[in-house]
């Protein structure tokens, strides 16, 4: 039945649509609260929610707590009517995850990605994906909503690219359609969007809805980005510019940046800018445990230094803590222009030793002469994950989101 909600629908499809959506945000939910919400007569509201069961889209809960009668009536959403796939795709890792339809992970997949990963090898390395994934769990293929595909490099929504893909490690990215590529190879709706944007999302879905409608996702990788959700809505603009985050300036005499700029948190801040600077220390004279581990300083890579962070090389950890004080400062600029009730921290430096902390500290520091201005900063709980959660996401928002009118 959720296929049905797409496209030009009856009133009472509608019904049924923006009931599913309530009761998926709000679930265990009472016919009496959606009633409130909806303006629906109750007797017209339970007859819909039935419809809702009968189809089994929804179930009772039985968690209702009784007032002496009989336990009232809890709805959520039943997860495992579909499934969805969610992709992220990066220089670093092509992750694919098969959901139901609480984001939950069924299982999960991941590419590490090195000269041998074309787009068209990673493609198809995906389409197999969804393939053995649905397998693997016993899925009928009709039983898959579609797939979902975050990206942190710009993209070109319709067109299905990606916008100058120059720091995959492999060729074979420009001018490539991923969205027409793996319709024609899984035989299914598929839907690509800002990688930030969906982590700022799956957050906001998985754990923040019934809290807040204010909500940034920050994120340190090979950019600078935030994604943004206001009163409930992703922001989201066709024209955005995607690490715009990223160039704001946080010393006017500071480094030189890829745009040509001086001074942005990028040039501080993302996986490059500290590689940089490991590479000129190192050049300087500074000792490191990457010595041993390379021949010359400039083959030094990503996965060097991340997991020369988790052996605590001093000369790694003392560039991290540099590079997390200045996306502190940058943090707290853009809190204070977006005044959001909760931040969320992700990207692959998260998890590492330091970033975080010093960052998260930086930025309460700089706001302690707001003391009414409280703000929750917080670490993603699926920092590796949740681009590709949100990317499923964006499936079934597709399919299901209604929402009441502002």
């Known amino acids: 039945m959720l296929k049905q909600f797409v496209g030009l629908t009856s009133p009472k499809t509608k019904s049924l649509k923006l009931l599913y959506s309530l009761v998926r945000k709000l679930g265990p939910v009472r016919v009496n609260t959606l009633t409130e919400l909806t303006g629906y007569k109750h007797v017209t509201c339970a007859r819909l929610l039935d419809e809702l069961v009968q189809e089994g889209l929804i179930y009772d809960s039985g968690i209702g707590e009784s007032s002496g009668g009989r336990k009232p009536l809890m709805y959520v959403i039943k997860p495992d009517t579909y499934y969805l796939i969610g992709v992220e795709i990066t220089s670093l890792y092509t992750t694919v995850l098969l959901l139901d339809l609480k984001l939950d992970i069924i299982g999960v997949e991941k590419l590490k990605m090195d000269l041998y990963c074309t787009g068209e090898y990673t493609l198809n390395f995906i389409s197999q994906c969804v393939d053995e994934l649905m397998l693997k769990h016993n899925i009928q293929s009709d039983k898959l909503l579609g797939i979902g595909i975050g990206v942190l490099d710009p993209i070109d929504q319709e067109r299905g690219v990606i916008i100058n893909p120059r720091l995959f490690p492999a060729v074979g990215w420009e001018d490539l359609n991923i969205v027409d590529y793996l319709k024609q190879k899984n035989n299914t709706h598929v839907f690509l969007d800002n990688g930030t944007n969906l982590a700022a999302l799956a957050e906001y879905r998985n754990n923040y809805w019934k809290e807040t409608d204010n909500l940034v996702f920050v994120s340190s990788d090979m950019g600078i980005r935030c994604g943004t959700i206001f009163q409930g809505r992703l922001i989201s603009n066709k024209k955005e510019i995607d690490d715009a985050f990223g160039h704001t300036i946080v010393d006017i005499h500071g480094r030189r940046c890829s745009c040509g700029s001086y001074g942005c948190l990028q040039a501080y ?46 000369l790694c950890l003392e560039v991290v803590k540099e590079a997390a004080y200045y996306f502190g400062i940058g943090l707290s600029n853009l809190i204070f222009l977006l005044r959001p009730n909760i931040v969320i921290f992700g990207g692959t430096l998260v998890p590492k030793p330091l970033f975080y902390e010093v960052a998260s500290e930086t930025a309460q520091n700089r706001m302690m002469h707001y003391p009414t201005n409280r703000v929750q900063i917080s670490k993603s709980a699926a920092a590796y994950n949740v681009v590709a959660q949100g990317a499923g996401c964006m499936v079934l928002d597709y399919f299901t989101e209604e929402l009441l009118p502002l």
Not at 286 to 301: A, G
């Open 269 to 314: 801040s993302s996986l490059p800018a500290i590689r940089d600077e490991v590479v000129r220390q190192m050049k300087r004279g500074n000792v490191s445990l990457l010595q041993e581990r390379v021949n010359d300083v400039e083959d030094i890579d990503f996965h060097h230094i991340l997991n020369a962070l988790e052996e605590e090389d001093p």
